[in-house]
């Protein structure tokens, strides 16, 4: 069963805060979403293996611990997802970066993938998947119903705020995937805006309502 793992740190707590402030402007928002970002990406990848290799320093030589694996892919869910992405490449500069892009059919509540751009082999990559908000859970558990048709098999979630419900409802049909977030809000209100939550983070991140 995957686990849910809140990252309770002080500097996300304050950053989550300060962008939970109305007042926030959407370029304060942009950078302090990408700092936790940042600083969420040293726990999610805490557990990436590593192994010795041997390097010549300006002293003697040594051996010393290098990532086992250099394929990683980040894959921010549209939109909101794209404001996640800067502080994960700042800490892995070296990750490809995917896109997926789906909506609900408003008569048959059906998921409609409208983008799917990955790199090749993606089906061997260890996969991030980065959304700043898990609502329903819907939209996220589509993306990965989609990353596994394709094969994929190593994938993790990213969120900063989660509500109950959408925690519940990805473990309910991902059972296998580990879920990271910031904060664990309180619940859904009757539009799925997450209570006490920030509002809709695509829309203060890209400033448009």
Known sequence: MGEVHVLDHPLISDKLTRMRRASTSSQDFRLLLKEISLLMGYEVTR??????ATVETPICMGTFPMLKENFFTIVPILRAGI???DG?????PFAHVGHVGVYRDEETHQPVEYYFKMPEGVERSKII???PMLATGGSAADVIDSLKARGCTD???VNLVAAPEGVKRVQE???DIDIYVAA???KLNKNAYIVPGLGDAGDRIFGTK
Request: no cysteine; aromatic share 8%.
């Open 47 to 52: 557990d990436f293996e590593t192994i010795p």
């Open 88 to 92: 994960f490449l700042e800490l892995m």
């Open 83 to 85: 404001g996640m992405v």
């Open 184 to 186: 664990v809000d309180e």
């Open 129 to 131: 998947v980065v959304d």
């Open 155 to 157: 994938i993790r979630l």
């Open 173 to 175: 049909r991902h059972p």
